[in-house]
């Protein structure tokens, strides 16, 4: 089972509908989430970090239920400009004090006119 | 402001050949990672370094080296190209655990060993 699990889609919405994504986790030890954005041929952004009580940037919401291990990633009013892949980022922190930070391989959507 | 810059933004190697990757942030980073993104993989760390002078595996080092001589630097080495490792490689800058560690990416370098 991979650490870090999103379906790849791709997502294909119409302009001003609402998608969501969801992105599992196996580590229950896991302590950071956030969803990065990459558009095709650049490099991953920091689209928002996820908070354990929910959180939101604009059109943009971020859950996190650690009980079912998932966290998940709500667009509303989608836009054109919208298309991307989103990328699920779960970073644990280990006993020995290492981390490691996971990624998903990404959900793409495209926002069709 | 330039964030994180990588050099060169493409190459094409013959099996073999040896090449160096350069990273530069100017945002005083501590933490400096190097990643391969490949078709249906999540992106995945190569090496990261927690600070000038210090380097660490990630998960696949095999047939790559880095070095940290200088905090605004993090260099990423190809002894012998094979063509497994065909590959977009990103670099990325960050405070590490205390901030979150969220982290910044430059623009990558798509390399193509033949």
């Known amino acids: 089972r991979k650490e870090v699990e999103q379906d790849p889609g791709p997502f294909n919405v119409p302009e001003g509908a609402t998608v969501a994504f969801n992105c599992t986790y196996s580590?229950?030890?896991?302590?950071?989430f956030f969803w990065y954005r990459q558009d095709c041929r650049k490099e991953p952004k920091l689209l928002m970090s996820?908070?354990?009580s929910g959180n939101e940037d604009g059109r943009f919401t971020a859950q996190l239920n650690r009980a079912s291990q998932y966290i998940s990633l709500l667009i509303r009013d989608s836009k054109l400009s919208d298309s991307a892949t989103y990328l699920c980022?779960?970073?644990?922190?280990?006993?020995?004090?290492?981390?490691?930070?996971?990624f998903g391989t990404g959900t793409r959507l495209k926002v069709l006119a | 402001n330039a964030g994180v810059t990588q050099t060169p933004k493409f190459r094409v190697l013959k099996t073999g050949q040896s090449m160096t990757l350069l990273c530069a942030q100017d945002?005083?980073?501590?933490?400096m990672y190097w990643y391969r993104q490949d078709p249906g993989m999540g992106l995945r760390l190569i090496h990261y370094?927690?600070?000038?002078?210090?380097?660490a595996k990630g998960e696949v080092p095999d047939g790559y080296n880095v070095s940290r001589l200088k905090k605004q630097n993090f260099l990423l080495g190809l002894e012998s190209a094979a063509p497994s490792q065909t590959s977009v490689y990103f670099c990325?800058?960050?405070?590490?655990?205390?901030?979150?560690?969220?982290?910044?990416f430059g623009a990558g370098t798509r390399l193509s060993v033949l």
């Open positions: 990325a800058s960050g405070f590490g655990w205390e901030k979150k560690n969220i982290q910044y």
């Open positions: 580590n229950s030890a896991s302590q950071s």
């Open positions: 996820v908070y354990s």
């Open positions: 980022v779960v970073n644990t922190h280990g006993a020995s004090g290492t981390y490691k930070y996971i």
């Open positions: 945002m005083n980073h501590e933490y």
């Open positions: 370094s927690v600070g000038e002078g210090t380097t």
